[in-house]
């Protein structure tokens, strides 16, 4: 089954790359989405793909890349937009 999860990391997530993490590992899962800082130091993603990839990502995302300090991680299931890839957005 598909899903899809909106997310915005909280901590200290920008500078430490957890961008170019976020999209290395959304890539060997399989994932479709993207993923961008925003102004106010949280990063968003948005993963699709098989239910339990989408479960696998999110739980990585609540450590991070190694010099990531990940406070927080808010998701929002939302249904598929049928994204081809992942990607950086800036």
């Known amino acids: 089954m ?3 999860a909106h997310v915005f990391v909280i901590g200290v997530v920008q500078g430490v790359f957890y961008r170019s993490w976020t999209e290395q590992t959304a890539r060997q899962l399989g994932l479709n989405g993207w993923v961008r800082n925003l102004p106010d ?8 793909g098989d239910e339990s ?35 950086v957005r800036y």
Not at 41 to 48: P, S
Not at 54 to 63: A, P, T
Not at 78 to 85: A, I, K, M
């Open 2 to 4: 598909k899903e899809a």
């Open 41 to 48: 130091g949280r990063v968003e993603a948005v993963f699709e």
């Open 53 to 87: 990839r989408v479960e696998k990502m999110l739980k990585l995302c609540r450590k991070g890349p190694p010099h990531a300090k990940v406070e927080k991680v808010e998701v929002r299931k939302e249904p598929c937009s049928g994204f081809e890839g992942f990607q």
